[in-house]
Structures are given as C-alpha cells and as structure tokens.
C-alpha cells in the first residue's frame, strides 16, 4: 500500500497549477507521492507518526508544519515539525488521510485553535 503522503494535500492547500489532476488523477498523485516519500526517505507503504516526522523535513514541505487530526483518537491533534507559516492540516480515519483546509471549520468553529496547539 503506498501512502500518498501529504504532498498532494498541499497542491490542493496551495492551488498548485495541477491541483485539479491531484484531485482527479490517482497517476499523478502516485507519481508525487513516489517523488516526496524519495525526498523523506520515507519507504513506500503506510504511514503513521514516524513517517510524518521525516515528512515534516522534506525541502518541498520547509514552509509548513503538518498537524495531525487523528479520529480514532477522539479527534487528538498533533503537530510534526517547527512553527511554520504555513500547516499543512491532515485528517486520519480508517487508514487514510483526507485534507483539512480549516481547523476552525471542521471542528464547527466551537474551538480556539491557537491555544490548543500552543499546549502541544
């Protein structure tokens, strides 16, 4: 199984030139999956919180900080890597990671975010 790593979630966080193909195209986010895990060393298959560490030091990745929202956890967020200026906010559930474009958003705007992740 290979991850797509957050890669193609930043596309679609940035509106890179190609986010429609990321969006539709399982080639293309295979592809830079497959560039981005070689850039971690990350080995191709799942990903858990070791991986998203390494992921969190990859150059094309250096202006953002990955949080986690882990569901399985009671939605538990998580942070990997250094304040940054940019997050790149993941969503895992059932083995898979969905893009979050606003923790505000998703958690309906009922929680102050910043001191939350402060804590952590």
Same mark, same amino acid.
């Given at each position: 199984? +290979? ?7 930043? $596309?679609?966080?940035? !509106? &890179?030139?190609?986010?429609? *193909? =990321? ?5 293309? !986010?295979?592809?830079?999956? +497959? +560039?981005? &895990?070689?850039? $971690?060393? %990350?080995?191709?298959?799942?990903? @858990? #919180?070791?991986?998203?560490?390494? =992921?969190?030091?990859?150059? *094309? ?5 990955? %949080?986690? %929202?882990?569901? @399985?956890? *009671?939605? #538990? %967020?998580?942070? /990997?890597?250094?304040? !940054?200026?940019? !997050?790149?906010?993941?969503? &895992? ?8 474009? *606003?923790?505000?958003? /998703? =958690?309906?705007?009922? +929680? ?9």
């Amino acid at each position: 199984m +290979l991850c797509t790593g957050p890669g193609h979630r930043q $596309a679609i966080v940035d !509106q &890179h030139p190609k986010c429609r *193909s =990321f969006k539709e195209g399982r080639e293309v !986010q295979k592809e830079q999956a +497959l +560039l981005l &895990h070689h850039e $971690a060393h %990350v080995p191709p298959g799942p990903c @858990g #919180y070791e991986e998203l560490t390494k =992921f969190s030091t990859a150059p *094309s990745l250096y202006d953002y900080q990955i %949080v986690l %929202v882990y569901a @399985g956890r *009671s939605y #538990y %967020v998580k942070t /990997f890597g250094p304040t !940054q200026p940019k !997050q790149l906010i993941l969503l &895992h559930e059932k083995d898979h990671y969905d893009v979050i474009t *606003s923790l505000p958003g /998703f =958690f309906w705007d009922q +929680l102050r975010v910043c001191p939350l992740l402060e804590t952590l």
